[in-house]
């Protein structure tokens, strides 16, 4: 199959070692481009990193519902190849690309035009919410780069070349951090200019993604980008990635809340550790996306091709895996926090909060890996909602349990202590879950 590699044959932890490696790298570089920003824009002060972390959860949010195309492409387009149905997988493809451009639209344009309106739910500061509205609308314009690059990944980790979206996105990443002490100090533009940095590396790895496939034709011969929906293809597309997307996107919501509460307990620097303390979280949470993404697209074409006991095989080294780095991130963060988050926001007052965050949120680092880990084999097997009816109910228990935890005087560490007690539970539940239907999981030829 043009430009596909076969991942139902051969040895499995060097199959999943090179697949798992770039989608990590890749991770690293998205999470980099947010990081870069909060450790430029820091030097501004706290105020302007709160002002980039209140648009960072919406960005947060748009990326979530990127996922449905990107899981959507890794497991239909895995399926395909896995059946050695070439056709098949370039009509998924292109039904992956159309519909990512019709929903980045509509989410740009809800972004631009009510920027003003969302941003006010945080009850930030005048100065803090107009820097935050400009820096929202400049990025609301590049959510069609950014939703077209996560289909085009998807494409490529389905068969076999996570390599790729890793040179691609490292290029976007070089280039950004590049612009950011550019724009940002050397043309005076402050938060602008690190969302015009951010904007201007998204466009260039939506370039380069648009080469390789459109005029290299580095897959299928060519793949068609936007074409006429077909409902036997949207369908399953749907259902393969609207669970993934709600789940994320309805964590971003959770997250909203959660940021009003940490600036009503806080002020712009409860909202910051939240929003800071996140994209730092960010590590581990990238690493165990890497390790899933590599087992869905493993386990997808091998689920397809009937072998099962390589899937069985290659969960157990996964999760293995998984939960070693879960423990280092664990360790990292219980005992040097401060330090940590004093790389991002040098301030003593904000790095101490932060370093709170970090020492509390450092508990459930093992069991927040585990849990994302065995999303990707529920993924690679077609059975996308256990995971988002797992991930839904545990972050929407944050919403109460933060409440409660207020009410008895913990102040913002009882917002800390909600996030890092239900990321315990998603861990455990994910895995039971998984355990109980895994005969079924492993039996059935078909997907239901």
Not at 63 to 86: F, P, R, T
Request: with cysteine; glycine share 10%; net charge positive.
């Amino acid at each position: 199959m043009s430009g596909a590699k076969d991942l139902t044959q051969g040895p499995i932890l060097r199959q999943l070692y090179n697949l798992a490696i770039p989608i990590m790298g890749t991770s690293f570089v998205q999470m980099a481009y947010n990081l870069t920003d909060m450790a430029w824009v820091g030097r501004l002060g706290s105020e302007s990193i709160a002002a980039v972390g209140s648009v960072g959860i919406l960005t947060w949010m748009a990326s979530s519902i990127a996922l449905l195309n990107k899981v959507g492409s890794e497991v239909s387009v895995g399926h395909s190849v896995g059946m050695q149905d070439a056709k098949m997988a370039r009509n998924f493809a292109s039904h992956n690309i159309t519909i990512s451009i019709i929903i980045s639209i509509i989410l740009g344009t809800i972004f631009f035009s009510f920027s003003r309106g969302i941003i006010s739910l945080y009850g930030l500061s005048d100065s803090i919410t107009f820097n935050a509205v400009n820096y929202l609308k400049i990025i609301s314009t590049a959510l069609p780069f950014v939703f077209m690059s996560a289909a085009f990944s998807g494409i490529f980790n389905a068969c076999g070349r996570t390599i790729v979206p890793f040179y691609i996105n490292g290029v976007g990443l070089i280039m950004n951090m590049i612009l950011d002490p550019l724009l940002i100090f050397v043309f005076h533009m402050g938060t602008n200019g690190a969302a015009i940095a951010t904007w201007i590396a998204q466009f260039t790895v939506f370039i380069l993604f648009v080469y390789k496939l459109k005029f290299k034709k580095a897959l299928f011969n060519g793949i068609p980008f936007i074409v006429s929906l077909k409902k036997e293809y949207t369908k399953k597309i749907l259902k393969l990635g609207v669970p993934v997307a709600l789940l994320n996107t309805l964590f971003a919501f959770v997250n909203i809340i959660l940021g009003k509460s940490a600036s009503a307990q806080g002020g712009h620097l409860g909202l910051m550790t939240l929003t800071t303390g996140g994209q730092i979280e960010a590590v581990s949470w990238n690493t165990s996306q890497g390790f899933s993404s590599a087992l869905s697209s493993f386990v997808a074409q091998n689920y397809a091709a009937g072998k099962k006991n390589r899937i069985t095989k290659a969960f157990q080294i996964t999760i293995s895996l998984a939960s070693f780095f879960g423990l280092l991130s664990s360790f990292a963060f219980i005992f040097y926090g401060n330090e940590i988050f004093s790389i991002f926001v040098p301030e003593v007052e904000a790095y101490t909060t932060g370093g709170r965050y970090l020492t509390i949120d450092g508990y459930s680092q093992i069991f927040m890996m585990i849990e994302i880990t065995t999303q990707g084999m529920f993924y690679g097997v077609g059975r996308s909602l256990p995971p988002a009816i797992i991930s839904i109910g545990c972050n929407y228990f944050r919403i109460p349990l933060s409440i409660f935890l207020i009410s008895l005087g913990m102040g913002l560490d009882g917002i800390w202590w909600s996030i890092s007690i239900t990321s315990i539970m998603k861990g455990i539940i994910c895995i039971i879950w998984l355990y109980l239907i895994r005969k079924k999981l492993y039996i059935s030829d078909q997907f239901a």
